[in-house]
């Protein structure tokens, strides 16, 4: 089998189990956007991807994004930016990003609105919630959502777009996606058009689609097993 057939057969198992997710949970499988986590993975696989209708790919790491997406910038595909970022790299990140999943501190959000100005580029905004006070993972606490809400929505060039989580290490993942479906609607009620909840990797994306995700972003399933990365 070639890489094509490969990926081809991991996309048709990806969407049949949210299509069945969707259907568990009464939602159309349209309003679930599949997102390609394409990390550790080479352009040639996005190209892949792309060809066979993937519209949306995420990658978590500057360093091995930026080069990607400019060999890939012919393909007219969503680029999101999902790692946790230093203000320094916001430059950078905002030259090829569409959306950035991870922002959870007011000191990014303006490090981010100088950028999306400077570059002339409209940045979709998520808030990226800490659902399991766990160090080193990235996140705002859930209090702080509404502040960083109001920051990103006065901030130049920015756009609120939602909220997003990771589901913590090691626990079942459904407290977490519905306290993240809880935060999401009492932004809405602040924010209307707010509605983006990114959540559900390979492991979890039932459990997220049933809680309510707009977004699942899915890596292994798709992709195949990524090696370790030294850092
Ligand atoms: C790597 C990554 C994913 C994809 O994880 P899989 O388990 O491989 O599907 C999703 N979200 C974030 C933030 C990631 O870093």
């Known amino acids: 089998m070639s890489r094509k057939d490969d990926l081809a057969a991991n996309l048709r198992a990806v969407r049949e189990r949210i299509a069945k997710a969707c259907e568990a949970a009464g939602r159309s499988p349209g309003e679930v956007t599949l997102i390609a986590v394409t990390k550790t993975f080479p352009a040639s ?4 991807l792309a060809e066979l209708g993937v519209t949306d790919v995420a990658e978590n790491r500057d360093q091995e994004a930026a080069p990607k997406a400019a060999e890939c910038h012919d393909l007219g595909v969503t680029w999101h930016f999902v790692g946790q970022l230093q203000t ?3 430059r950078s990140v905002v030259s090829y990003s569409d959306v950035i999943h991870s922002v959870d501190r007011a000191r990014l959000a303006t490090a981010l609105s100088r950028a999306a100005v400077g570059a002339e580029r409209p940045l979709r905004c998520l808030i990226q ?35 997003m989580a990771v589901a913590p290490l090691g626990a079942d993942p459904v407290p977490a996606f519905e306290r993240l479906a809880q935060i999401s609607h ?16 390979s492991a979890d994306m039932e459990q997220a689609i049933a809680a309510g995700a707009t977004h699942v972003r899915v890596g292994t399933a798709l ?4 090696r370790a990365i030294v850092r």
Request: aromatic fraction near 2%.
């Open 129 to 163: 919630v800490s659902l399991d006070e766990a160090e080193g993972r990235g996140g705002a606490d859930p209090e702080e959502v509404r502040p960083l809400a109001d920051a990103i929505s006065a901030a130049d060039g920015l756009e609120l777009g939602g909220v």
């Open 45 to 48: 696989d996005v190209r892949l």
């Open 186 to 201: 009492s932004l809405c009620a602040s924010y209307p058009s707010a509605k983006t909840v990114s959540a559900g990797m």
């Open 223 to 226: 992709l195949g097993g990524r």
């Open 88 to 90: 320094n790299k916001a």
